[in-house]
Protein backbone atom coordinates (compact mmCIF):
# COMPACT_ATOMS: atom_id res chain seq x y z
CA UNK A 1 0.00 0.00 0.00
CA UNK A 2 2.83 2.44 0.38
CA UNK A 3 4.34 2.32 -2.34
CA UNK A 4 0.92 3.02 -4.21
CA UNK A 5 0.74 5.58 -2.00
CA UNK A 6 3.84 7.14 -2.48
CA UNK A 7 3.72 6.87 -6.49
CA UNK A 8 0.56 9.38 -6.21
CA UNK A 9 2.46 11.18 -3.98
CA UNK A 10 5.29 11.46 -6.57
CA UNK A 11 2.36 12.94 -8.87
CA UNK A 12 2.75 16.33 -7.42
CA UNK A 13 6.62 16.43 -8.16
CA UNK A 14 6.04 14.99 -11.49
CA UNK A 15 3.85 17.54 -12.50
CA UNK A 16 6.22 20.45 -11.77
CA UNK A 17 9.21 18.24 -13.43
CA UNK A 18 6.61 18.19 -16.43
CA UNK A 19 5.68 21.85 -16.56
CA UNK A 20 9.73 23.08 -16.46
CA UNK A 21 10.63 20.18 -19.09
CA UNK A 22 7.70 21.22 -21.39
CA UNK A 23 8.21 24.79 -21.19
CA UNK A 24 12.05 24.79 -21.61
CA UNK A 25 12.31 22.81 -24.25
CA UNK A 26 9.74 23.97 -26.37
CA UNK A 27 10.56 28.10 -25.17
CA UNK A 28 14.20 27.39 -26.10
CA UNK A 29 14.17 27.12 -29.48
CA UNK A 30 12.54 30.06 -30.49
CA UNK A 31 14.98 32.33 -28.26
CA UNK A 32 17.92 30.49 -29.60
CA UNK A 33 16.62 31.74 -33.56
CA UNK A 34 15.56 34.76 -32.78
CA UNK A 35 18.71 35.42 -30.20
CA UNK A 36 18.05 36.24 -26.14
CA UNK A 37 19.10 40.11 -26.20
CA UNK A 38 16.89 40.39 -29.34
CA UNK A 39 13.94 38.54 -27.84
CA UNK A 40 14.51 40.17 -24.17
CA UNK A 41 14.58 43.54 -24.98
CA UNK A 42 13.15 44.07 -28.63
CA UNK A 43 10.32 46.60 -28.94
CA UNK A 44 8.89 45.41 -31.94
CA UNK A 45 6.42 42.48 -32.33
CA UNK A 46 4.97 41.77 -35.53
CA UNK A 47 4.25 37.88 -35.76
CA UNK A 48 2.56 37.74 -38.31
CA UNK A 49 4.13 40.53 -40.73
CA UNK A 50 6.08 39.82 -43.73
CA UNK A 51 9.12 40.85 -41.95
CA UNK A 52 8.33 39.59 -38.54
CA UNK A 53 9.79 40.94 -35.43
CA UNK A 54 9.66 39.33 -31.91
CA UNK A 55 10.65 41.87 -29.42
CA UNK A 56 8.83 41.15 -26.45
CA UNK A 57 10.00 43.85 -24.18
CA UNK A 58 6.53 45.62 -24.49
CA UNK A 59 4.81 42.94 -23.18
CA UNK A 60 7.09 42.37 -19.99
CA UNK A 61 6.85 45.71 -19.32
CA UNK A 62 3.48 46.51 -19.34
CA UNK A 63 3.48 43.15 -17.23
CA UNK A 64 5.73 44.46 -14.74
CA UNK A 65 3.68 47.96 -14.70
CA UNK A 66 0.21 46.52 -14.27
CA UNK A 67 1.33 44.25 -11.37
CA UNK A 68 3.75 47.18 -9.97
CA UNK A 69 0.47 49.53 -10.21
CA UNK A 70 -1.79 47.58 -8.60
CA UNK A 71 -0.14 46.38 -5.70
CA UNK A 72 0.89 50.36 -5.23
CA UNK A 73 -2.90 51.28 -5.14
CA UNK A 74 -4.08 47.39 -3.83
CA UNK A 75 -1.83 46.81 -1.03
CA UNK A 76 -2.78 50.40 0.99
CA UNK A 77 -6.92 49.57 0.65
CA UNK A 78 -5.92 45.97 1.29
CA UNK A 79 -3.61 46.66 4.45
CA UNK A 80 -6.19 49.11 5.90
CA UNK A 81 -8.91 47.28 5.71
CA UNK A 82 -6.88 44.00 7.00
CA UNK A 83 -5.92 46.18 10.15
CA UNK A 84 -9.24 47.25 10.41
CA UNK A 85 -10.92 43.62 10.47
CA UNK A 86 -7.79 42.75 12.88
CA UNK A 87 -7.89 45.22 15.28
CA UNK A 88 -10.56 47.40 14.99
CA UNK A 89 -13.69 45.71 13.69
CA UNK A 90 -16.34 44.32 16.00
CA UNK A 91 -17.16 40.98 15.76
CA UNK A 92 -20.10 41.19 13.60
CA UNK A 93 -18.25 43.58 11.15
CA UNK A 94 -15.48 41.76 10.82
CA UNK A 95 -17.77 39.01 9.67
CA UNK A 96 -19.64 40.86 7.02
CA UNK A 97 -16.51 42.18 5.73
CA UNK A 98 -14.89 39.04 5.22
CA UNK A 99 -17.74 37.50 3.49
CA UNK A 100 -17.64 40.19 1.23
CA UNK A 101 -13.80 39.69 0.68
CA UNK A 102 -14.23 35.77 0.46
CA UNK A 103 -16.91 36.71 -2.68
CA UNK A 104 -14.99 38.99 -4.01
CA UNK A 105 -12.08 35.89 -4.18
CA UNK A 106 -14.63 33.74 -5.55
CA UNK A 107 -15.71 35.79 -8.39
CA UNK A 108 -14.59 34.11 -11.95
CA UNK A 109 -11.47 36.12 -13.71
CA UNK A 110 -14.05 36.60 -16.85
CA UNK A 111 -16.85 38.08 -14.54
CA UNK A 112 -14.00 40.35 -13.80
CA UNK A 113 -13.56 41.17 -17.58
CA UNK A 114 -16.86 41.26 -18.44
CA UNK A 115 -18.19 44.04 -15.55
CA UNK A 116 -14.49 45.69 -16.55
CA UNK A 117 -15.40 45.55 -20.52
CA UNK A 118 -18.93 47.13 -19.37
CA UNK A 119 -18.19 49.64 -16.61
CA UNK A 120 -14.86 50.92 -16.46
CA UNK A 121 -13.82 50.41 -20.08
CA UNK A 122 -16.81 53.28 -21.33
CA UNK A 123 -16.21 55.21 -18.27
CA UNK A 124 -12.61 55.54 -18.56
CA UNK A 125 -12.89 56.82 -22.42
CA UNK A 126 -15.48 58.90 -21.29
CA UNK A 127 -13.76 60.58 -18.09
CA UNK A 128 -10.50 61.22 -19.81
CA UNK A 129 -11.54 62.24 -23.84
CA UNK A 130 -10.29 58.71 -25.71
CA UNK A 131 -11.07 57.34 -28.33
CA UNK A 132 -11.05 53.83 -26.66
CA UNK A 133 -11.29 53.30 -23.04
CA UNK A 134 -9.72 49.77 -23.16
CA UNK A 135 -5.96 50.37 -22.12
CA UNK A 136 -3.68 49.78 -19.93
CA UNK A 137 -4.99 51.88 -16.78
CA UNK A 138 -8.35 49.80 -17.15
CA UNK A 139 -6.08 46.71 -16.26
CA UNK A 140 -4.66 48.13 -13.56
CA UNK A 141 -7.65 48.83 -12.11
CA UNK A 142 -9.12 45.44 -12.59
CA UNK A 143 -6.13 44.14 -10.99
CA UNK A 144 -6.09 46.26 -8.54
CA UNK A 145 -9.57 44.49 -7.28
CA UNK A 146 -8.64 41.35 -8.31
CA UNK A 147 -5.54 41.30 -5.69
CA UNK A 148 -7.47 42.59 -2.65
CA UNK A 149 -8.92 39.64 -1.52
CA UNK A 150 -5.31 38.02 -1.08
CA UNK A 151 -3.63 41.09 0.47
CA UNK A 152 -6.64 41.56 2.87
CA UNK A 153 -6.96 37.58 3.84
CA UNK A 154 -3.46 37.15 4.20
CA UNK A 155 -2.47 40.20 6.16
CA UNK A 156 -5.41 39.91 8.08
CA UNK A 157 -4.35 36.10 9.32
CA UNK A 158 -0.46 37.56 9.74
CA UNK A 159 -2.33 40.49 12.20
CA UNK A 160 -4.08 37.97 13.69
CA UNK A 161 -1.01 36.14 14.50
CA UNK A 162 0.75 38.74 16.58
CA UNK A 163 0.86 38.22 20.37
CA UNK A 164 -1.37 40.13 22.13
CA UNK A 165 1.12 40.50 24.93
CA UNK A 166 3.00 42.74 22.42
CA UNK A 167 0.09 44.90 21.58
CA UNK A 168 -0.63 45.41 25.75
CA UNK A 169 2.40 46.23 26.17
CA UNK A 170 2.64 49.07 24.04
CA UNK A 171 -0.98 50.48 25.29
CA UNK A 172 0.10 50.16 28.87
CA UNK A 173 3.63 52.50 27.75
CA UNK A 174 0.80 54.76 26.79
CA UNK A 175 0.65 54.61 23.26
CA UNK A 176 -2.38 55.23 21.41
CA UNK A 177 -4.13 52.62 19.45
CA UNK A 178 -3.02 54.08 16.19
CA UNK A 179 0.83 54.15 17.36
CA UNK A 180 0.41 50.63 18.58
CA UNK A 181 -0.66 49.43 15.46
CA UNK A 182 1.67 50.98 13.76
CA UNK A 183 4.59 50.51 15.94
CA UNK A 184 3.72 47.04 17.22
CA UNK A 185 1.16 44.89 15.50
CA UNK A 186 2.26 45.85 11.56
CA UNK A 187 6.22 45.63 12.30
CA UNK A 188 5.46 42.50 13.86
CA UNK A 189 3.57 40.81 11.15
CA UNK A 190 5.60 42.42 8.18
CA UNK A 191 6.83 39.36 6.42
CA UNK A 192 2.91 37.64 6.89
CA UNK A 193 2.11 41.03 5.04
CA UNK A 194 5.48 41.14 2.44
CA UNK A 195 4.16 37.75 1.31
CA UNK A 196 0.60 38.72 1.09
CA UNK A 197 1.85 41.59 -1.51
CA UNK A 198 4.25 38.96 -3.62
CA UNK A 199 1.15 36.57 -3.53
CA UNK A 200 -0.71 39.27 -4.38
CA UNK A 201 1.25 40.57 -7.55
CA UNK A 202 2.08 36.98 -8.80
CA UNK A 203 -1.73 36.79 -9.24
CA UNK A 204 -1.22 39.75 -11.29
CA UNK A 205 1.31 39.24 -12.98
CA UNK A 206 -0.26 35.57 -13.61
CA UNK A 207 -3.67 36.80 -14.91
CA UNK A 208 -4.67 36.37 -18.36
CA UNK A 209 -8.69 36.56 -18.94
CA UNK A 210 -9.85 39.60 -17.29
CA UNK A 211 -7.04 41.68 -18.60
CA UNK A 212 -7.66 40.23 -22.26
CA UNK A 213 -11.21 41.48 -21.84
CA UNK A 214 -10.28 45.38 -20.90
CA UNK A 215 -6.57 45.96 -22.45
CA UNK A 216 -7.33 46.24 -25.91
CA UNK A 217 -4.70 43.48 -26.63
CA UNK A 218 -2.42 45.99 -29.09
CA UNK A 219 1.13 45.24 -28.63
CA UNK A 220 2.21 48.67 -27.42
CA UNK A 221 4.88 50.15 -25.00
CA UNK A 222 3.38 50.28 -22.00
CA UNK A 223 1.67 54.32 -21.88
CA UNK A 224 -1.70 54.77 -19.22
CA UNK A 225 -4.41 55.20 -21.94
CA UNK A 226 -2.78 53.00 -24.47
CA UNK A 227 -4.13 49.90 -25.44
CA UNK A 228 -2.08 47.15 -24.15
CA UNK A 229 -0.58 43.70 -24.16
CA UNK A 230 0.66 41.38 -21.35
CA UNK A 231 3.13 38.40 -21.45
CA UNK A 232 0.00 36.13 -20.65
CA UNK A 233 -2.16 37.75 -22.83
CA UNK A 234 0.38 37.51 -25.73
CA UNK A 235 -0.19 33.63 -24.99
CA UNK A 236 -4.17 33.71 -25.49
CA UNK A 237 -4.61 36.16 -28.13
CA UNK A 238 -2.12 34.18 -30.88
CA UNK A 239 -2.19 30.42 -29.69
CA UNK A 240 -5.30 29.29 -31.43
CA UNK A 241 -3.86 30.65 -34.55
CA UNK A 242 -0.64 30.10 -34.68
CA UNK A 243 2.21 28.33 -36.46
CA UNK A 244 5.78 27.95 -37.04
CA UNK A 245 8.50 29.94 -35.07
CA UNK A 246 5.51 32.28 -33.93
CA UNK A 247 4.09 29.14 -31.86
CA UNK A 248 7.48 28.82 -30.59
CA UNK A 249 8.15 32.16 -29.56
CA UNK A 250 4.75 32.09 -27.88
CA UNK A 251 6.07 29.48 -25.88
CA UNK A 252 9.20 31.06 -25.10
CA UNK A 253 7.29 33.81 -23.34
CA UNK A 254 5.54 31.44 -21.66
CA UNK A 255 8.88 30.44 -20.72
CA UNK A 256 9.98 33.83 -19.71
CA UNK A 257 6.51 34.15 -17.77
CA UNK A 258 7.79 31.07 -15.96
CA UNK A 259 10.94 32.22 -14.77
CA UNK A 260 9.06 35.59 -13.14
CA UNK A 261 6.74 33.47 -11.33
CA UNK A 262 9.53 30.84 -10.49
CA UNK A 263 11.39 34.49 -9.06
CA UNK A 264 8.44 35.28 -6.99
CA UNK A 265 7.83 31.99 -5.69
CA UNK A 266 11.37 31.97 -4.19
CA UNK A 267 10.67 35.34 -2.44
CA UNK A 268 7.56 34.14 -0.69
CA UNK A 269 9.35 30.67 0.37
CA UNK A 270 12.08 33.25 2.14
CA UNK A 271 9.47 35.01 3.60
CA UNK A 272 7.47 32.28 4.69
CA UNK A 273 10.58 30.54 6.10
CA UNK A 274 11.49 33.79 8.00
CA UNK A 275 7.97 34.55 9.43
CA UNK A 276 8.13 30.94 10.75
CA UNK A 277 11.62 31.69 12.69
CA UNK B 1 1.41 61.78 16.00
CA UNK B 2 -1.39 63.82 16.42
CA UNK B 3 -4.98 63.67 17.25
CA UNK B 4 -5.91 64.91 14.19
CA UNK B 5 -3.62 62.10 12.23
CA UNK B 6 -4.85 59.55 14.56
CA UNK B 7 -8.52 59.93 14.27
CA UNK B 8 -7.97 60.18 10.10
CA UNK B 9 -6.19 57.19 10.24
CA UNK B 10 -8.77 55.21 11.64
CA UNK B 11 -11.56 56.69 8.71
CA UNK B 12 -9.28 55.43 6.31
CA UNK B 13 -9.68 51.80 8.01
CA UNK B 14 -12.93 52.35 7.85
CA UNK B 15 -13.67 53.55 4.60
CA UNK B 16 -11.23 50.91 3.07
CA UNK B 17 -13.40 48.33 4.52
CA UNK B 18 -16.32 49.44 2.90
CA UNK B 19 -14.75 50.15 -0.23
CA UNK B 20 -13.35 46.34 -0.48
CA UNK B 21 -16.79 45.22 0.68
CA UNK B 22 -18.60 47.36 -1.88
CA UNK B 23 -16.71 46.78 -4.87
CA UNK B 24 -18.13 43.05 -4.08
CA UNK B 25 -21.80 44.12 -3.68
CA UNK B 26 -21.07 46.60 -6.72
CA UNK B 27 -20.12 43.66 -8.89
CA UNK B 28 -23.01 41.09 -7.62
CA UNK B 29 -25.20 43.58 -7.97
CA UNK B 30 -24.58 45.21 -11.21
CA UNK B 31 -23.98 41.84 -12.89
CA UNK B 32 -27.41 40.07 -11.00
CA UNK B 33 -29.72 43.13 -12.56
CA UNK B 34 -27.98 42.74 -16.61
CA UNK B 35 -28.26 39.09 -16.35
CA UNK B 36 -31.44 37.78 -14.75
CA UNK B 37 -33.63 39.13 -17.01
CA UNK B 38 -32.11 36.56 -19.73
CA UNK B 39 -32.50 33.92 -17.69
CA UNK B 40 -35.38 31.55 -19.09
CA UNK B 41 -35.89 27.85 -19.46
CA UNK B 42 -35.45 27.97 -23.65
CA UNK B 43 -31.98 29.96 -22.35
CA UNK B 44 -31.22 27.00 -20.23
CA UNK B 45 -32.27 24.19 -21.95
CA UNK B 46 -31.26 24.68 -25.14
CA UNK B 47 -28.34 24.69 -27.82
CA UNK B 48 -27.26 27.61 -29.48
CA UNK B 49 -28.68 27.86 -33.34
CA UNK B 50 -27.52 30.86 -35.74
CA UNK B 51 -29.81 29.44 -38.25
CA UNK B 52 -33.38 30.18 -35.60
CA UNK B 53 -31.06 33.18 -33.85
CA UNK B 54 -31.71 31.26 -30.52
CA UNK B 55 -29.03 31.91 -27.72
CA UNK B 56 -28.77 28.67 -25.10
CA UNK B 57 -26.22 27.29 -22.83
CA UNK B 58 -27.40 23.62 -22.06
CA UNK B 59 -24.21 22.14 -24.02
CA UNK B 60 -21.85 24.96 -21.49
CA UNK B 61 -23.65 23.47 -18.26
CA UNK B 62 -23.33 20.13 -19.62
CA UNK B 63 -19.81 20.54 -20.31
CA UNK B 64 -19.13 22.25 -17.22
CA UNK B 65 -20.78 19.01 -15.07
CA UNK B 66 -18.99 16.47 -17.13
CA UNK B 67 -15.42 18.88 -16.45
CA UNK B 68 -16.10 19.16 -13.01
CA UNK B 69 -17.00 15.30 -12.20
CA UNK B 70 -13.94 14.26 -14.14
CA UNK B 71 -11.94 16.65 -12.41
CA UNK B 72 -12.69 16.11 -8.78
CA UNK B 73 -13.11 12.28 -8.88
CA UNK B 74 -9.32 12.08 -10.27
CA UNK B 75 -7.80 14.70 -8.09
CA UNK B 76 -9.60 13.48 -5.04
CA UNK B 77 -8.22 9.81 -5.73
CA UNK B 78 -4.31 11.38 -6.07
CA UNK B 79 -4.29 14.33 -3.56
CA UNK B 80 -5.80 12.16 -0.84
CA UNK B 81 -3.16 9.06 -1.48
CA UNK B 82 -0.44 11.83 -1.44
CA UNK B 83 -1.78 13.61 1.61
CA UNK B 84 -2.16 10.45 3.73
CA UNK B 85 1.42 9.50 2.38
CA UNK B 86 2.57 12.34 3.43
CA UNK B 87 1.07 12.62 6.87
CA UNK B 88 0.61 8.64 7.94
CA UNK B 89 3.59 7.06 5.92
CA UNK B 90 6.21 8.94 5.18
CA UNK B 91 9.40 8.63 7.05
CA UNK B 92 12.37 10.86 5.09
CA UNK B 93 11.89 14.09 5.49
CA UNK B 94 13.73 15.24 2.33
CA UNK B 95 10.63 13.45 0.19
CA UNK B 96 8.04 15.01 2.24
CA UNK B 97 9.49 18.70 1.95
CA UNK B 98 10.35 17.48 -2.06
CA UNK B 99 6.66 17.02 -2.89
CA UNK B 100 5.23 19.81 -0.37
CA UNK B 101 7.59 22.09 -2.68
CA UNK B 102 6.21 20.80 -5.32
CA UNK B 103 2.59 21.73 -4.58
CA UNK B 104 3.52 24.58 -3.55
CA UNK B 105 4.76 25.26 -6.68
CA UNK B 106 1.96 24.71 -8.71
CA UNK B 107 -0.36 26.50 -6.42
CA UNK B 108 1.56 29.60 -7.74
CA UNK B 109 1.78 28.44 -11.23
CA UNK B 110 -1.01 30.89 -13.67
CA UNK B 111 -3.63 29.03 -15.51
CA UNK B 112 -2.67 30.15 -18.78
CA UNK B 113 0.65 28.08 -18.47
CA UNK B 114 -1.42 24.90 -17.41
CA UNK B 115 -3.41 25.45 -20.64
CA UNK B 116 -0.18 25.57 -22.77
CA UNK B 117 1.45 22.54 -20.97
CA UNK B 118 -1.96 20.93 -21.01
CA UNK B 119 -2.40 21.37 -24.77
CA UNK B 120 1.08 19.99 -25.29
CA UNK B 121 1.20 17.10 -23.37
CA UNK B 122 -2.52 16.02 -23.05
CA UNK B 123 -3.54 16.83 -26.41
CA UNK B 124 -1.20 16.73 -28.38
CA UNK B 125 1.49 13.99 -26.72
CA UNK B 126 -1.00 12.07 -25.33
CA UNK B 127 -2.96 12.10 -28.15
CA UNK B 128 -6.51 13.07 -26.41
CA UNK B 129 -6.49 16.42 -28.65
CA UNK B 130 -8.82 19.63 -28.07
CA UNK B 131 -11.32 17.55 -25.75
CA UNK B 132 -13.21 17.87 -22.21
CA UNK B 133 -10.98 14.99 -21.26
CA UNK B 134 -7.61 17.10 -22.01
CA UNK B 135 -9.15 20.10 -20.26
CA UNK B 136 -9.82 17.86 -16.94
CA UNK B 137 -6.70 16.20 -16.66
CA UNK B 138 -4.77 20.17 -16.78
CA UNK B 139 -7.36 21.30 -14.41
CA UNK B 140 -6.52 18.03 -12.08
CA UNK B 141 -3.15 19.18 -11.81
CA UNK B 142 -4.07 22.82 -11.22
CA UNK B 143 -6.03 21.59 -8.29
CA UNK B 144 -3.83 18.98 -6.74
CA UNK B 145 -2.05 21.19 -4.43
CA UNK B 146 -5.91 22.33 -3.13
CA UNK B 147 -6.92 19.05 -2.03
CA UNK B 148 -3.85 17.65 -0.82
CA UNK B 149 -2.98 20.86 1.85
CA UNK B 150 -6.47 20.81 3.53
CA UNK B 151 -6.00 16.63 3.48
CA UNK B 152 -3.24 16.67 4.80
CA UNK B 153 -4.19 19.33 7.51
CA UNK B 154 -7.15 17.70 8.76
CA UNK B 155 -5.13 14.15 8.83
CA UNK B 156 -2.69 15.93 11.08
CA UNK B 157 -5.52 17.21 13.39
CA UNK B 158 -6.71 13.75 13.67
CA UNK B 159 -5.85 12.72 17.53
CA UNK B 160 -2.96 10.55 17.85
CA UNK B 161 -4.97 8.91 20.15
CA UNK B 162 -7.14 7.62 17.83
CA UNK B 163 -4.12 5.62 15.71
CA UNK B 164 -2.93 4.38 18.79
CA UNK B 165 -6.28 2.87 20.27
CA UNK B 166 -6.82 1.22 17.08
CA UNK B 167 -3.04 -0.05 16.52
CA UNK B 168 -3.89 -1.76 20.19
CA UNK B 169 -7.13 -3.33 18.85
CA UNK B 170 -4.52 -5.36 16.22
CA UNK B 171 -5.56 -2.97 13.30
CA UNK B 172 -2.72 -2.84 10.81
CA UNK B 173 -1.75 0.27 9.19
CA UNK B 174 -3.52 0.93 6.27
CA UNK B 175 -6.73 -0.71 8.20
CA UNK B 176 -6.19 2.00 11.10
CA UNK B 177 -6.14 4.79 7.78
CA UNK B 178 -9.05 3.76 5.91
CA UNK B 179 -11.58 3.07 8.72
CA UNK B 180 -10.10 5.38 11.93
CA UNK B 181 -8.15 8.49 10.46
CA UNK B 182 -9.62 8.89 7.40
CA UNK B 183 -13.61 9.17 8.26
CA UNK B 184 -12.27 11.71 11.17
CA UNK B 185 -10.74 13.73 8.41
CA UNK B 186 -13.44 13.40 6.42
CA UNK B 187 -15.16 17.51 6.78
CA UNK B 188 -11.45 18.79 5.63
CA UNK B 189 -11.58 17.12 2.61
CA UNK B 190 -14.90 17.82 1.83
CA UNK B 191 -14.00 21.48 2.04
CA UNK B 192 -11.07 21.14 -0.02
CA UNK B 193 -13.43 19.83 -2.39
CA UNK B 194 -15.57 22.67 -1.91
CA UNK B 195 -12.53 24.86 -3.05
CA UNK B 196 -11.66 23.05 -5.48
CA UNK B 197 -15.43 23.04 -7.26
CA UNK B 198 -14.77 26.81 -7.15
CA UNK B 199 -11.59 26.81 -8.85
CA UNK B 200 -12.79 24.91 -11.65
CA UNK B 201 -16.48 27.03 -12.10
CA UNK B 202 -14.06 29.66 -12.39
CA UNK B 203 -11.32 28.26 -14.27
CA UNK B 204 -11.13 29.85 -17.84
CA UNK B 205 -7.81 30.40 -19.30
CA UNK B 206 -6.55 26.48 -18.96
CA UNK B 207 -9.73 25.53 -20.90
CA UNK B 208 -9.43 27.47 -23.76
CA UNK B 209 -6.61 25.53 -25.31
CA UNK B 210 -7.07 22.00 -23.93
CA UNK B 211 -10.89 21.86 -24.11
CA UNK B 212 -12.08 24.18 -26.49
CA UNK B 213 -14.63 26.50 -27.72
CA UNK B 214 -17.48 23.96 -29.17
CA UNK B 215 -21.47 23.83 -28.00
CA UNK B 216 -23.23 20.90 -28.57
CA UNK B 217 -24.80 18.91 -26.55
CA UNK B 218 -23.41 15.73 -25.89
CA UNK B 219 -23.69 12.24 -23.59
CA UNK B 220 -21.26 11.88 -20.95
CA UNK B 221 -18.68 9.73 -22.61
CA UNK B 222 -19.09 11.50 -26.21
CA UNK B 223 -18.73 14.67 -24.11
CA UNK B 224 -15.38 13.84 -22.60
CA UNK B 225 -13.50 12.85 -26.11
CA UNK B 226 -14.76 16.08 -27.87
CA UNK B 227 -14.19 19.65 -27.49
CA UNK B 228 -16.71 21.74 -25.59
CA UNK B 229 -16.86 25.39 -23.77
CA UNK B 230 -17.36 25.85 -20.21
CA UNK B 231 -19.40 28.49 -18.96
CA UNK B 232 -16.41 30.44 -18.63
CA UNK B 233 -15.06 29.93 -21.63
CA UNK B 234 -18.63 30.17 -23.06
CA UNK B 235 -19.23 33.72 -21.42
CA UNK B 236 -15.84 35.02 -22.73
CA UNK B 237 -16.37 33.94 -25.88
CA UNK B 238 -19.94 35.77 -26.32
CA UNK B 239 -18.53 38.67 -24.71
CA UNK B 240 -14.86 39.26 -25.97
CA UNK B 241 -15.58 37.40 -29.46
CA UNK B 242 -18.94 37.54 -30.43
CA UNK B 243 -20.32 40.54 -28.76
CA UNK B 244 -23.46 38.84 -27.66
CA UNK B 245 -24.15 40.23 -24.00
CA UNK B 246 -27.35 38.80 -23.64
CA UNK B 247 -26.38 35.68 -23.79
CA UNK B 248 -22.98 36.63 -21.54
CA UNK B 249 -24.59 38.21 -18.69
CA UNK B 250 -26.94 35.35 -17.73
CA UNK B 251 -24.01 32.80 -17.85
CA UNK B 252 -22.19 35.54 -15.37
CA UNK B 253 -25.12 35.70 -13.27
CA UNK B 254 -25.13 31.87 -13.07
CA UNK B 255 -21.06 31.79 -12.77
CA UNK B 256 -21.98 34.36 -9.45
CA UNK B 257 -24.71 32.47 -8.00
CA UNK B 258 -22.76 29.09 -8.06
CA UNK B 259 -19.62 31.34 -6.37
CA UNK B 260 -22.14 32.31 -3.49
CA UNK B 261 -23.01 28.69 -3.07
CA UNK B 262 -20.11 27.42 -3.55
CA UNK B 263 -18.48 29.98 -0.70
CA UNK B 264 -21.57 29.58 1.81
CA UNK B 265 -21.26 25.82 1.52
CA UNK B 266 -17.38 26.15 2.48
CA UNK B 267 -17.97 28.29 5.24
CA UNK B 268 -20.35 26.07 6.75
CA UNK B 269 -18.40 23.35 6.68
CA UNK B 270 -15.13 25.64 7.80
CA UNK B 271 -17.65 26.30 10.77
CA UNK B 272 -18.51 22.59 11.85
CA UNK B 273 -14.46 22.36 11.48
CA UNK B 274 -13.24 24.03 13.48
CA UNK B 275 -16.25 23.01 16.51
CA UNK B 276 -15.07 19.39 15.38
CA UNK B 277 -11.74 20.66 16.49
CA UNK B 278 -12.03 22.35 19.52
Known amino acids: MKAVLLSFALAAVASVALITVF ?17 IIGKRWASTAKDPGFGILPFILSSLYAATCSILIGSPIGLLCALYLSKAASKRTRAVISTLVDLLSGIPSVVFGLVGM ?10 FNLSDGSSLLSAIIVL ?7 IVKVSTTALDAVPREYEDSSLALGASQVQTWLGVSIPAARNGIAASLVLGAGRAIGEAMAVMMVSGNAANMPSLFQS ?15 SGLQRQALFSIALVLYVFIMIMNMALSWLVKRSAS | MTRGFQKAFKAMMISSSILVGSIAVFIFAYVMIKGIGGISWSFLS ?12 LPDILNTLYVLLTTLAIVLVIGVASAIYLSEYAESKKLARLVQGASQILSGIPS ?5 VGMLFFCQILGFRTS ?27 R ?6 SFALGAGKWRTVRSVVLPCAADGIVSGCILCIGRILGESAALLFTAGLAHSVNGYLEGMSSSGATLTVALYVYAKEQGEFQAAFPIATILLVLALAVNLSASAVGKRLSRGRS
Open chain 2, 132 to 158: LLAGSMTLVIMCLPTIMKTTQESLEAV
Open chain 1, 144 to 150: SIMVLPT
Open chain 2, 46 to 57: ASPSYLENRIGI
Open chain 2, 160 to 165: EGYRES
Open chain 1, 118 to 127: MVLVPGIKQL
Open chain 2, 112 to 116: IIYGL
Open chain 1, 23 to 39: LVSSGLPAIGKIGLLEF
Open chain 1, 228 to 242: VRFLTTAIASEMSYS
